[in-house]
T-cell receptor, first 118, second 116 residues
Framework: AQKITQTQPGMFVQEKEAVTLDCTYD???????LFWYKQPSSGEMIFLIY??????QNATEGRYSLNFQKARKSANLVISASQLGDSAMYFC???????????????FGKGTLLTVNP | GAVVSQHPSWVICKSGTSVKIECRSL??????MFWYRQFPKKSLMLMAT?????????EQGVEKDKFLINHASLTLSTLTVTSAHPEDSSFYIC????????????FGPGTRLTVL
């Protein structure tokens, strides 16, 4: 079974609108971390936002917020007020185990290609 | 976020030659770095984990003698593609683990390797 599932190969959004990118995960470890990265056409992977499994509140970073629903094992990324520069591939990733622990590998989803239309 | 540099950003080489790619964490010490390979329109594939002061840990199916990794200091890891062949052409991207924060991996800008 896939550990990280991104069901949307591609998404379109109108400039200035909000968009939600889906991510579900599968783990039996009670301690884990969830990450979202943005990869523009230039190729660099840009870290956007982090959510720890024990965090009580949803993570937010500027226009990015993470809709963390633990019982559903989902960690959707919400981008508010989309900009043309948001057009990129977005990857959801998970690290199983405690932060700073011995298990530090990331498992990536297949990604969602977001296109922001003017 | 933390800054990771990677050099070169692109390289073209002849088949049979070796290519070295450097990955540096610029503003934090990284005892652990990672090397990934990415094919077009695909997700990242972890090749190996680079540990400062010890041997790298390779993922299943990755040839150790083909992809040599050296983690010489707390801020530098290198990947050497030895005797490169056209099938080694790919996008190689490194990351450095910032263990002190949320254990986030920060990525370099990547290196596009083309083997003729």
């Amino acid at each position: 079974a896939q550990k990280i599932t991104q069901t949307q190969p591609g998404m379109f959004v109108q400039e200035k609108e909000a968009v939600t990118l889906d991510c579900t995960y599968d783990t039996s470890d009670p301690s884990y971390g969830l990450f979202w990265y943005k990869q523009p056409s230039s190729g660099e992977m840009i870290f956007l936002i982090y959510q720890g499994s024990y965090d009580q509140q949803n993570a937010t970073e500027g226009r990015y917020s993470l809709n963390f629903q633990k019982a559903r094992k989902s960690a959707n990324l919400v981008i508010s007020a989309s900009q043309l520069g948001d057009s990129a591939m977005y990857f959801c990733a998970m690290r199983e185990g405690l932060s700073g622990g011995s298990n530090y590998k990331l498992t990536f989803g297949k990604g969602t290609l977001l296109t922001v239309n003017p | 976020g933390a800054v990771v540099s990677q050099h070169p950003s692109w390289v073209i080489c002849k088949s049979g030659t070796s290519v070295k790619i450097e990955c540096r964490s610029l503003d934090f010490q990284a005892t652990t770095m990672f090397w990934y390979r990415q094919f077009p329109k695909k997700s990242l594939m972890l090749m190996a984990t680079s540990n400062e002061g010890s041997k790298a840990t390779y993922e299943q199916g990755v040839e150790k003698d083909k992809f040599l990794i050296n983690h010489a200091s707390l801020t530098l890891s290198t990947l050497t593609v030895t005797s490169a062949h056209p099938e080694d052409s790919s996008f190689y991207i490194c990351s450095a683990r910032d263990r002190l924060s949320t254990d986030t991996q920060y990525f370099g800008p990547g290196t596009r390797l083309t083997v003729l």
